[in-house]
């Protein structure tokens, strides 16, 4: 694997988000690490979760540590924060606390491994950076744990390069369309302006609004729901009418519930949410609610730079790497597909 194969550009913060728990995220990490140092980038390195323990805390299978360079920042827990071989210097206190005790920004002093910990919400993420930033870091590497997407939030980086592999599935048709499903989730189209304006003010108020063509102008009207786990937008006082409403912007996730009490709206209606990282919606919801002729759109779009593909399972089996990647490249349009372990 190569960072020619990923177009970092102007990328200063990169996420790296498995969609699926040891579909090879630690490795591909590590593979950015190096190439990276090589080429005489200063690091910053953090993970939401936990990353570069030898074993896994449920599963008990061994797991590829963190290697870093020396020079390199790092953001980790006071408890776990001198567990690995690199020696460290502590450089500042983020002020973050977790469960594993202080979170500090430390310097690798000699290089070797780290464990990374202590880091769990976007506000702490969104702070960490700016501090590795001011501290001299040009390229963040933020570890998204499977089940945490808001590494990728449009806000906090640039991109994004996914893992995926075996371990996603036991053939390697299967582990291209589970692919493609993250591909697509990821790969929400952007709003044009109407929709975006009608999302901002959603935003402004905290609350759901609903998008009411007057005219030629597409109006919001803000509705008494905030939140999307619990709203039903059709019981809202404030709302004008199904045959009214052409959009309906919500700031929170988006789930199949609230996207199956939209299904009956009028064909055209359109979805619009946050970015991808709030989206929650099963494929066989997504499918239906796209047959209805309606779509859903982002705010913020996320740029995938790279899909990481590992033919190992923990599982003991191994699919056939250079098929697999032909596989997942098939589906991932322009989207550059590499083999981590090559």
């Known amino acids: 694997m190569s960072l020619e194969n990923v177009d970092l550009g102007n990328v200063r913060r990169l996420a790296l988000v498995g969609i699926a728990k040891h579909a090879g995220k630690t490795t591909v990490l590590n593979e950015l690490i190096g190439q990276a140092s ?104 933020v570890d998204g744990a499977f089940d945490r997407m808001m590494a990728a939030h449009p806000l906090l980086t640039d991109g994004v390069v996914l893992a995926t592999g075996a371990v996603v599935a036991k053939t390697v048709g299967d582990v291209a369309q589970k692919s493609l499903f993250f591909l697509q989730r990821f790969g929400l189209p952007q709003a044009d302006a109407e929709l975006a304006g009608l999302y901002d003010a959603a935003e402004a108020k905290g609350a759901l609004a609903a998008g009411v063509l007057r005219g030629e102008r597409l109006e919001p009207v803000v509705l008494q729901q905030t939140s999307s786990f619990t709203a039903n937008p059709q019981n809202d006082p404030h709302w ?32 619009v949410l946050s970015d991808a ?66």
């Open 38 to 141: 090589a080429l005489g980038r200063k690091l910053g390195l953090l993970s939401i979760g936990v990353d570069g323990e030898r074993n896994d805390a449920i599963m008990g299978v061994p797991k590829p540590e963190v290697r870093v360079p020396a020079g390199a920042l790092v953001a980790s827990a006071g408890d776990v924060l001198n567990v690995g071989t690199a020696s460290l210097r502590i450089v500042e206190s983020t002020g973050i606390a977790s469960t594993l005790g202080a979170v500090y920004v430390a310097e690798v002093q000699e290089p070797g491994t780290v464990v990374l910990a202590g880091v769990r919400y976007q506000e702490q993420v969104s702070q960490v950076l700016t501090r590795m930033e001011r501290l001299g870091a040009e390229l963040c590497l």
């Open 240 to 271: 004008p009418g199904q045959e009214e409403v052409k959009a309906l912007a919500v700031t929170g996730a988006v789930t199949d519930r609230l996207v199956q009490m939209l299904e009956g709206m009028p064909r055209g209606f359109a979805l």
């Open 277 to 342: 990282t709030h989206f929650f919606v099963s494929s066989a919801v997504w499918r239906k609610f796209l047959r209805r002729g309606h779509r859903i759109v982002v705010r913020r779009a996320v740029n995938v730079l790279g899909v990481a593909v590992n033919p190992y399972s923990v599982e003991g089996y191994r699919l056939p790497g250079r098929e697999l990647v032909e596989a997942v490249r098939a589906v991932a349009g322009d989207v550059a597909v590499f083999d981590v372990k090559e």
